[in-house]
């Protein structure tokens, strides 16, 4: 009787342990960047792929209106891509919550950027927290990633694109 209470006990904290560690990779880590699989469609109802942007550096952000941390990271995303350009940096704002939402949200908030709408909802490509953005060189691979808000126009961005 003992020695199943041990083994017991021993399984009990190895699936605590894994639960722990899925819940930790869930939400304080930066999933894969799905924009890799996930096409977009833009405003104007065409399908982009992350591709059709070689050669820019690219900053995707997916966010949820309804989020605070969002709201608060738009206007350093607008002064980062208004210190860059337009040509070298494509903002991408990414909404999974259809058209008629997000357009309130950008005329509510920040219309100077351009959004985008997932073809997929963001729990089944693993975006579990909002707004998790990613920053992207030419070539497409990922330089540098965060989790909730973050200022986007800090020196420190800025330098890692010029």
Not at 86 to 110: H, S
Request: aromatic share 12%.
């Amino acid at each position: 009787m003992a020695y199943s209470k041990k083994i017991f006990s021993v399984l009990f904290a190895i699936a605590a342990i894994a639960i722990v560690g899925w819940l930790y990779k869930s939400y304080k880590m930066v999933p894969a960047l799905p924009a890799y699989e996930n096409d977009l469609t833009n405003e104007q109802g065409q399908e982009v792929k992350l591709s059709d942007f070689k050669g820019q550096y690219v900053l995707i952000s997916y966010f949820q209106t309804w989020c605070g941390d969002c709201i608060k990271e738009l206007p350093t995303i607008d002064a980062l891509q208004s210190k860059i350009g337009k040509e070298k940096l494509k903002v991408l704002m990414v909404n999974d919550e259809g058209a008629e939402k997000m357009n309130r949200f950008k005329e509510k908030y920040c219309n100077t950027l351009e959004y985008y709408q997932s073809n997929q909802p963001f729990h089944s490509i693993s975006i579990r927290v909002f707004p998790t953005t990613y920053l992207l060189n030419k070539e497409g691979i990922i330089i540098l990633s965060k989790l909730n808000g973050y200022d986007w126009s800090s020196n420190e961005v800025i330098n890692l694109i010029k």
